[in-house]
């Protein structure tokens, strides 16, 4: 009787442990996915210029953060405008960062070395940025406010110079 008693105990401790792994692993591999609302995760990255940008301290009103590479033909068909839409709102308190994926550093001083200037660049050869905001494709474009709030997400290239697009952006910085 002890035997079938000990016997029942170790299955539902095997049982329970299972449980456990699944809950374990399931939460280990489930990667943050930063979200309009969410706070951004904490953050702090030494751009290509010198400048610290965290996610409170940005020098601005509101924080474009763009991930990208130059691998990515999306990501550099979007660069332009991206920096003509800076120039434009730097003014008005917009700050627009551009960190890139790329491991490779030659290709990406190369490609920065041709782009109109307004971007605060940076490159994160690792990804530890873009990680911890879930990003795992580019271009990904989170516009933040003063508190590190996320106010909007982009996913995919755009024209950032259209109208539409500048006055979303000049409506989030009331």
Known sequence: MAFFRMDAWL????????????????GAMRAPVVEAGDDAPGFAF??????EITDKSFGGKLLVLTFWATWCSTCT??????????????????VVAAVSMDRNAEAYRRYVSQLPG??????????????????????????????????RKYISSRDWTKPEMMAEIRGMLQ
């Open 77 to 94: 068909a979007e660069m332009p405008s991206l920096a003509a839409m800076a120039d434009q709102l730097r003014g008005e308190g917009v």
């Open 11 to 26: 299955r539902g401790l095997v049982v329970l442990l299972c449980v456990l792994l699944v809950v374990v692993v399931e």
């Open 118 to 151: 307004g971007l605060v660049m940076a490159r994160d050869g690792e990804g530890d940025l873009p990680a911890a905001f879930g990003t795992f494709r580019v271009p990904e474009t989170y516009v933040l406010d003063t508190r590190g709030r996320v106010l």
């Open 46 to 51: 030494r751009a290509d210029n010198g400048s």
